[in-house]
């Protein structure tokens, strides 16, 4: 970052001393106040719940433009890399900061594909389950149980333990995922094939059987890709800063990745993808396209606590780029599948179409965002909706992994440890039961 010829004084009203901060510029984006001096020069903190206008660090990795629409890895524009790239590609971009030349790609490819499978002792965790837990409870905790078996790679500050920790959590989520789905289903469990590609194994782990052979369909598997691609990373969302808080304690990087599922998990966040298709489906049954109007309204009464699942975004404030991509997706799959007139497609045509005319949302700037379409793609292909936000893990572990690195890589980065505005009782007395 460089020093902006603009500085930020703050003065204050009761006569205090006024503070000079540094103003820093990036290479795009909005320039940041450097408050790192702030308490130890005033004696106060800033108040920012929620992070609304705070820059946590800074990153080489991910820039997002909410106004323009705009989202860029390492520079790349994802329209580009969603169509010209696969999603390992995109990893070796993420984790790298440069896309891949034939041979580190064809290397790359192949330390990931050797180390797709998982111990065997880890099927014993799925067993504490029952069948019908949620997958994202069962992904908790084997990311978090796979620290048990890599002691050889839980050293955070140890560079080749970072590399071989990334190595390992890319190639194993699909396969966990796999086995969280066919526990589920009560299937034996299918072991990660090496001659097939990254998205081809995937798919055939989750549908072939020991019975019938999965013959990957090209426009599923590319549109899988696409998904994973479209989710890989999305700069300092609640589930990279959770990665990024966990880390920085110096825990092993399955712990930190473990952290990030479970705070994905949530309906505001990954879990949106989930939520948006059950919506679509008690929209369905009230009624369909003929109740949007009736649904629009529950949203927007305040009282409901009804929200439309799929729609808004904290930085984007116009279309977000990946709910266009991923609407292009839904088409292509759809039309193979000779589901061009799904009717829950339909459905979540008519009400983007509806609320984008409507003024409470206009005035809002809430637009479709990535979870809006991805669930009717997946339950295109055959993904269970539960599964959606597990699929949504796998794809922004690469994210997770990569901004985790860049922080710990930082010579200057310290545990996180915001502090807070205190409100509550001051200094009292503990009264003796009897007098209470
Ligand atoms: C992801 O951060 C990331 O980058 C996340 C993500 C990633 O890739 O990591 O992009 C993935 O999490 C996408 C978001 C998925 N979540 C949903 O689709 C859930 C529905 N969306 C909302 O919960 C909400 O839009 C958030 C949580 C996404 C953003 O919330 P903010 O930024 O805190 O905005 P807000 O709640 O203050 O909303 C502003 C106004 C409010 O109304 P007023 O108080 O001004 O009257 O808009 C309203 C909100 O009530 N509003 C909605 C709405 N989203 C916001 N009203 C109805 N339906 C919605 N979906």
Redo the contacts with the bound molecule.
Sequence with gaps: MKLADNKATLSFSNGSPSVELPVYQGSIGPDVVDIRKLYAQTGMFTYDP?FMSTASCQSTITYIDGDKGELLYRGYPIEQLATSCDYLETCYLLLYGELPNPQQKTDFVNRVTNHTMVNEQMQFFLRGFRRDAHPMAVMTGLVGALSAFYHDSTDINNPEHREISAIRLIAKMPTLVAMAYKYSMGQPYMYPQNKLGYTSNFMRMMFATPCEEYEPNDVLVRAMDRIFIL?AD??Q???TSTVRLCGSSGTNPFAAIAAGVACLWG????G?NEA?LNMLEDIQKMGGVAKIGEFVSK?KDKNSGI?????????YKNYDPRAKLMRETCHEVLDTLGLGNDPLFKLAMALEKVALEDEYFVS?K?YP???FYSGIVQRAIGIPVSLFTAIFALARTVGWIAQLNEMIADPEYKIGRPRQLYVGATKRDVQPIDKR
């Design positions: 929620g989710h999305h700069e969302n609640a589930s309906p505001a966040h990954g949106a948006a949203v929200k439309l699942m799929g729609f808004g975004h904290r930085v809002r809430l965002n990535v979870d």
